[in-house]
């Protein structure tokens, strides 16, 4: 079955960035402009946090905040979950959907290599069940000998 590597190799390695001192509005303009959900929270090579599009709504808006004023440090989410890019797909899927996280950063050895969304790896999961089906059609009719 296929792990994250595989995954990582047909995604990509790029991974967007932020400073903890940065602000929120810093964040939601590079969301919007990468087209993306989440930022990793970076010190030098060190993941400090994550920072969502929902954390964003959440703890700022919702709480009558500013996002001019708020620093990422304020509402990132700190206590970071990493799986290795060793790891089966299925694995990755249940552990996301267990911890009720959209994001996992993906280490090879000590080097980031890659951060999935729920959605890169529902997109794969479904892909992967298409061939599986696929194969098993040309199988039960008898095509591709």
Partial sequence: MATVRDMIRKKGREVFTIAPQATVLDA???????????????????????????????????????????KINEIMTSDVITVDSSQPLEACMSLMIEKNIRHLPVYDGGELVGLLS?????????????????????????GGR
């Fill in 28 to 70: 939601l303009k590079m969301m919007a402009e990468h087209n993306i959900g989440a930022l990793l929270v970076m010190t030098k090579d060190t993941i400090e946090g994550i920072v969502s599009e929902r954390d964003c709504i959440r703890k700022v808006e919702l709480m009558g905040r500013n996002a001019k004023d708020t």
């Fill in 118 to 142: 729920m959605r890169d790896v529902l997109k794969e999961v479904i892909e992967v069940q298409q061939m599986m089906l696929s194969q098993l059609e040309r199988y039960i009719t008898g």
